[in-house]
Structures are given as C-alpha cells and as structure tokens.
C-alpha cells in the first residue's frame, strides 16, 4: 500500500470507524461463514475498523486481525477485545494456516503488480480448499481517488487478475450496492475464492 493511503487512514481512521462500524454487513458475513466449519480460523486481512472481526468471533470463529495502520489497529482491538496486528499486505508470510481470509475493501489499494503478488501469498496462507473473500469497487479505475490509491474490477479485470495469481477457482460473484448511508449508487465487486487441491 502506498504511503498516501496509509497517511490518509492513519489522518481519518476515527472518521473511517464511525463510517463503517455500524454497518449492517450481515448478508455478505454470513455468505462467507456458510463456506466455513464451525470455529474455523480466520484471517481478517486488512480489518478497518474490526466490523468483521467482532461478527465473526461472536459467531465461534478463530479470528486473526491485521491492517497497516497504526490508528485502525488501536481502534480495532479497543473495540474487537483482540490485539489486531500492524501489518502490511505484503509482509504475510503464513502457509497453509488458515481456513479463510476475509479482504473486505482492503487489498484494492494495491496496484496491480503489488496485488497480484499479495493474493499469491494469500493463496500460500490459506489451507487447501480454503475460501477468500474479498472485494473491489466496480469498474476499470486505477489511481488516487479522494486521497486514496484504488485499483477496481470488473469481471473482465478479475478474471485478468485470477489468471496471474494461479491457484483460485472463482465459487462466486455478484455487484451490490455500497451498505453505507447515501452511497447505494456505488457498485461492488464481490467474490469468494476457492483454493485448488492439487493433492
């Protein structure tokens, strides 16, 4: 992630969180946990405000939190009750270590090149048969948009994008409207991921 965009959320993270916290988000959660077992270990790559985070350990899950700035990850362990890890996108390095990852408007910061290398090591931390979900504002827009580096996607892009990272069958995709108040109009691209068993 670019400086800029980490600046940005480090600069606005206590405007981000009250943005975003109260969000209902369950439909797209619980579409996610459905791939999942029962207590099954999550990694909350990129975790914001810790929405998620906290859904998913009220829900029995195993929860690892992680984001790249400072601010978030203070606000996030306050409110999740977990210590949420600093930690950029590239600097996972877990093998096969868990269940699912959960990339909610996260990794669609990156440039292409920096995303492709991401989702590989993704690919590399989940398990087997493993599931990723993650998400990107809908269209073929690369650049900063309101003090922020966004790469979008459409299904042309996302099946680009599949294609150099190897390793991930798409299980499904839809577009949806932005759940925050004011921003229906706002397109997303969301996807969950299977790992391929080369076994």
Not at 163 to 185: A, H, N, Q, S
């Amino acid at each position: 992630m670019d400086k800029t965009t980490l600046t940005y959320y480090n600069t606005h993270a206590k405007d981000f969180v009250q943005g975003t916290v109260a969000v209902d988000f369950h439909i797209t959660q619980d579409r996610f946990l459905a791939q999942l077992a029962a207590g099954a270990s999550i990694l909350d790559f990129g975790c914001g405000s810790g929405r998620d985070t906290k859904y998913f350990l009220e829900h029995g899950f195993a929860v690892e939190a992680t984001d790249g700035s400072k601010e978030l990850c203070n606000l996030a362990s306050a409110y999740t009750g977990i210590s949420v890890k600093q930690m950029l996108f590239d600097e996972l390095e877990a093998v096969e270590k868990y269940d699912g990852i959960w990339a909610c408007a996260s990794i669609l910061h990156l440039a292409w090149a920096d995303l492709v290398v991401v989702m590989q090591k993704m690919v590399r931390a989940v398990k087997d048969g493993g599931v990723i979900y993650t998400s990107f504002k809908y269209g073929q827009f690369t650049g900063e948009r309101n003090g922020r580096f966004f790469t979008d996607l459409d299904e042309e892009g996302l099946a680009r994008l599949l294609k150099e990272v190897g390793g991930l069958e798409v299980k499904e995709l839809w577009i949806t409207g932005d759940v925050r108040p004011c921003r229906g109009e706002e397109k997303w691209l969301n996807v969950l991921l299977t790992k391929r068993c080369f076994r």
